[in-house]
């Protein structure tokens, strides 16, 4: 007998299982294409199995690694021109770590970005200057990252020193007076300090130092956090103004699914070092599909007294786990409700799940999770 028909059904069993797999795989990736192009954007940064792990040490002398923190372990996404891709997720699931490998503060311990088609995690010297001019970063604490000791002007205007070519000497303080009056600030108080102002006032000084060098990418981590809600929702207006008149692309990170809504065109949801659930603003708003998306959706505020009775509250039970031993499986399944023995042994990819890879609804959409289901949290307006 020919040794091609001698095919148990155990082969036949597990050939349908990788055909399935794979079948599964190329609708996760034309998912990834169907996400970038959804609005006709063309990528600008693709993000591709970023990873971040910090050694974990032991010992004085003889230094010894005995494990790592898994800041970021495996993200994906792409953020495509002049969009904002809103990121968000609980405090220590890795945002600020994505943030900084994306502006190149930290070096990824493995993974991919690709700005404009290249990957700008091997460059180095002239090119990596040149590139990092192009993407520039707000911090989360208008308070600690402005140094106190430098004015206004000198705060705005220090990028030029690295990069002069931007801005001649003579041009520079009128230059930052132009950014002030850009954000939103007399140009007069070119000459002051940080403490003279406002906590809302200081973030439009870190807009305006972001937008010094005329990036094309902005990331801003959690940029409005530390600010009183009454002024969150200026500078977020501030920011979505600048993105139309200076053509921006953001990444805006935020602890909170209700600060991005206004300012996202797609959410990422992270989860202790991966992203659990992305989408267009409808489709995580609208029709989420991940458990973890869900809870989070269920605690954003809701202004309509009436909507608000029906709002279903989904409390979350523990805390997040260590991202230096995360759960086996699915990383979510310790607070997750409809956690079953699947969810112990089999990590679920970010891709949309196989129950509405046919369908043509909202919920089409990558969601890392072996029992995805939509759900509406949010009561409809
Ligand atoms: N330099 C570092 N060394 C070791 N662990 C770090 C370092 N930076 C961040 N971490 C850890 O990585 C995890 C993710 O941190 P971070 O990216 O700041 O999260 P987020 O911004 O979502 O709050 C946290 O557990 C944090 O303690
Ligand atoms: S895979 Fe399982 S544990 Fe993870 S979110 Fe889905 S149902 Fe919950
Ligand atoms: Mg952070």
Redesign the pocket.
Known sequence: MPHSEHVSKQDLKREGEIARHLLHQSQAESSYAANGSESGHEPILEVRGLV?H?P?TQGIVFRKQVGA????DGVDFDLGQGETLGIV????????????MLVNL?KPTAGVIKYKGEDITKLSGRALKAVRRNIQMVFQDPYTSLNPRMTVGDIIGEPYEIHPEVAPKGDRRRRVQDLLDVVGLNPEYINRYPHQFSGGQRQRIGIARGLALRPEIIVA??PVSALDVSVQAQVVNLLDRLQNEFNLSYVF?A?DLSIVRHISDRVGV?YL?RVVEIGSDSQIYDHPTHPYTQALLSAVPVPDPRAREHRERILLSGDVP???NPPSGCRFRTRCWKAQERCEVEEPVLAVPEVFSTVDSPARHPSACHFAEEKQVVPSE
């Open positions: 971040k910090y974990l923190v898994k800041a970021v997720g609980e405090s220590g699931c890795g945002k600020s770590t994505v943030a900084k930290e981590d959690e990170i602890h992270m070092g260590s991202p230096a």
